[in-house]
């Protein structure tokens, strides 16, 4: 077992604390089953409170005004109401509306992204159309099997004269190190 | 909700501001709304009052119902018009796309040309005989 360490940096990192600016003030009215939370304008954007209200909107009538010290002021009225159903109403707004603002801020970082990735596509269609093909290489004539003997007699020949001139080769290398694989390790006529 | 009912007369009224309702998005809402209910809308200082009368009677519940629904549409249209305002760009080119693929070269046109041409002198005879037809009858 390692040593526990007092050290800080060996300590596992703390969970980030949560913004406390961000949190709406909430407040209820329970005779009319209504949750009203003053969201602040300047943690999060209108768009970003709007989406939240917007995907409460099976469960609840969603109506947005100015609230106190410049907040924006979301009055959320169940459906259907039961004094369970409208504190569960509470911990579902905050949730989205943590939720809504990771994904706003994802859209706004990557909404170049996504537009060079369309464009691109579409350039891509595009090409076929714009003009024919380009002109391929003329397939290379088959070779006969005259033509082919011909060819390896030919190498045969290149390497016997290779292979007659090792003698001499060697002795300026007489190591070897300038040998192939092949040379090296090539079977004796003997074997 | 802010709502003063009429159950009398079948009618609700609220106030939106208009820092997050626009007044286009309120026509388009009234228009959904145009079987079920008549839509008033008055400017105020803050920004709009809106009656909503019901077509069928109406009772307190009812009516709420009616303003809550009418509400959460609004926000439904200010959602559609964020969403195609992040993807304008996105939609022009595809639009751009559609239209330059659809463009004829102009020996397609110069097809057409010559078809319409051609088909004219038949079109006439056909017409002619369809009100000759029609006149009979």
Known sequence: ?191 | MDHTYDEKQGEVTFVLESKYYREEHLTQAAYVFAKQASAFMGKTAAGYEVTLKSKTPADREALRRLAGEFLNELISEERRFETFRENKKIIELIVTQALYSARQTPEQEAEAARITREMDPIAEKLIARIRAEEKVA
């Open chain 1, 1 to 191: 077992m390692t040593p526990k360490t007092k050290s800080k940096s060996k300590k596992p990192a703390a969970a980030p604390a949560p913004d406390k600016a961000a949190v709406p003030a909430y407040s209820f009215d329970a005779k009319s089953f209504t949750l009203i939370a003053d969201c602040d304008a300047k943690a999060d954007s209108l768009e970003v409170i709007r989406s939240a209200a917007y995907v409460l909107t099976d469960r609840a009538y969603a109506q947005l005004s100015d609230g106190p010290q410049g907040t924006v002021r979301v009055r959320l009225q169940l459906k259907d109401g039961t004094p369970e159903a409208l504190k569960a109403l509470q911990t579902t707004f905050g949730d989205e509306l943590a939720t809504q603002r990771i994904r706003h801020q994802i859209a706004r970082n990557n909404v170049s992204i996504r537009e060079y990735i369309v464009e691109q596509a579409i350039h891509l269609a595009q090409q076929p159309a714009q003009g024919a093909p380009p002109p391929q290489a003329p397939a290379e004539p088959e070779l006969t099997e005259a033509q082919r003997k011909e060819i390896e007699r030919l190498i045969a020949e290149v390497e016997d004269e290779i292979r007659a001139m090792a003698p001499a080769k060697a002795a300026q290398d007489p190591l070897r190190i300038s040998a192939t694989w092949e040379e090296t390790h090539a079977p004796k006529k003997g074997d």
